[in-house]
């Protein structure tokens, strides 16, 4: 069983900067954040592939980046500028050779 540990949210002004991390039990081959927002459906934010592709949905594009430390298995997503409708729950999400894996979920809350 894969364990994946989130870390980094909280609570931050707009304009505001936080990083996410997830540190998973075992080596990640893709990864990706995914965010839930109350009465929303869950949506990809970033994502990295396993040859260092990155993509980013357009509404964080230029403010969020993705970014991986593969000798601790963990993945970041720095989010900066944020905006109140960044508000969620953000998920990381890792593919391993054990399959498919989802964190447990990072409470962000961007407000005055």
């Known amino acids: 069983q894969v364990q994946l540990v989130e870390s980094g949210g909280g609570l931050v002004q707009p304009g505001g900067s936080l990083r996410l991390s997830c540190t998973s039990s075992?080596?990640?081959?893709?990864m990706g954040w995914y965010r839930q927002a109350p009465g929303k459906k869950r949506e990809m934010v970033a994502h990295l592939s396993r040859g260092g592709i990155t993509n980013y949905a357009a509404s964080v594009q230029g403010r969020f980046t993705i970014s991986r430390d593969a000798a601790s298995n963990t993945v970041y997503l720095e989010l900066n500028n944020l905006k109140p409708e960044d508000t969620a729950v953000y998920y990381c999400?890792?593919?391993?050779?054990?399959?498919?894996?989802w964190g447990q979920g990072t409470q962000v809350n961007v407000s005055s």
């Open positions: 075992t080596t990640i081959w893709s």
């Open positions: 999400w890792v593919d391993t050779a054990a399959g498919v894996y």
